[in-house]
């Protein structure tokens, strides 16, 4: 079963520090915003060769994902093995089967968007900033390298892809990281070697059964993503959120917020023999999109007074008033 994240209210006292300087408040057109705002500067070069922006950027690369001597390995080690020990394909098809109905709570975009603040994921060796200043981040950097009208869904991707770890908030279901956060896998068939911290997966129930543990398992060759069930979290959620409440979002959008933590395959190129031609369409988009998710963790917070009304109109463009979450 998903178990309730007694923890929330007891992070560290640097953590909550973190939290009440970019939690500051500062007056803007809508006075429900005072809580994302705040006055520092985000440093908003570009993460790439504006030329070849299909291209890593090596030097900065190194710096992030490091999961074996990062400041917070720690955390993150003590994460992904209880992640791993616990994601099986049983649990997965509750947890879809009882967070996918989405009717705990309705509001809007900007709404979930507040209480996103409040949270810092222990999954994620680079950053203990809250959410919405990654998320701006995020959002910023690709907003410069794709400007204009025509990737105004990918600036607002950007911005809302992680809302959905709004799962772990005591207002929400206050569910442990481990339901909630991390790379994501699909379950039901042979974990990947490629999989962070893959010796910890030993301790799936699911790693040494015969029913699961073939390349293919329960699958079918080519089957397409749609039809894989993979380790629930964030992404998964945010997915049916969009979806589920009729959002205008393209399918390329969609793809990046279901798939945007399936690092096995959109970093390493695992898991192809499930994926089908639209998948691979989609692969593309998830991977620039990736570059901007990680390399846009700048230890600099946004200024928020500037940013935040431009992803506001997005919502509202893209999404109804008021979701079901």
Same mark, same amino acid.
């Given at each position: ?8 209210q007891?992070?560290?006292?640097? %953590?909550?520090? @973190?939290? /009440?300087?970019?939690?500051? +408040?500062?007056q ?5 915003? *005072? #809580?994302?705002? &705040?006055?520092?500067?985000l ?26 001597d ?27 089967? %009882?967070?996918? @109905?989405? /009717?705990?709570?309705?509001? +809007? ?7 996103? *603040? #409040?949270?810092? &994921? ?56 481990f339901?909630?956060v ?16 893959h ?35 964030h ?7 969009c ?7 393209p ?75």
């Amino acid at each position: 079963m998903p178990i309730a994240n007694g923890k929330h209210q007891n992070d560290s006292d640097s %953590k909550k520090r @973190k939290h /009440d300087e970019v939690a500051e +408040s500062h007056q803007v057109g809508d006075h429900r915003s *005072n #809580e994302l705002l &705040d006055s520092k500067k985000l440093r908003l070069g570009p993460i790439e060769d504006d030329e070849k922006p299909s291209e890593p950027a090596p030097a900065r690369s190194e710096t992030f994902r490091n999961y074996e001597d990062a400041p917070r390995q720690a955390t993150v080690s003590k994460f992904y093995h209880e992640h791993h020990a616990k994601q099986t394909f049983d649990f997965v098809l509750e947890c879809e089967r %009882k967070f996918n @109905k989405l /009717d705990k709570k309705k509001m +809007s975009m900007w709404d979930a968007a507040q209480l996103l *603040n #409040e949270i810092v &994921d222990d999954s994620d060796p680079d950053t203990e900033f809250s959410q919405i200043i990654h998320l701006v981040q995020t959002a910023e950097s690709l907003r410069q390298l794709y400007p204009g009208d025509e990737y105004d869904w990918l600036h607002l991707t950007g911005f809302i892809h992680d809302l959905g770890k709004l799962l772990a908030h005591p207002k929400m279901h206050n569910l442990e990281q481990f339901c909630v956060v991390g790379d994501t896998f699909p379950v039901g068939c042979a974990h990947d070697p490629s999989i962070v911290f893959h010796d910890a997966l030993k301790e799936n129930p699911d790693h040494n059964n015969p029913k699961y543990n073939s390349k293919f398992g329960i699958y079918r060759e080519h089957c397409g993503l749609d039809n894989v069930h993979m380790s629930f979290g964030h992404d998964e959620y945010m997915y049916q959120v969009c979806v589920q409440n009729g959002s205008t979002l393209p399918p390329e959008a969609l793809a990046i917020i279901r798939y945007h933590s399936f690092y096995p395959w959109h970093n390493k190129g695992a898991y192809d023999h499930l994926c089908n031609e639209k998948d691979r369409k989609m692969l593309d988009w998830v991977q620039k999109f990736q570059r901007h998710d990680l390399y846009s963790k700048l230890p600099e917070t946004p200024d928020l007074n500037k940013t935040l009304p431009y992803y506001k109109k997005l919502m509202e463009k893209y999404f109804p008033a008021v979701l079901r979450w």
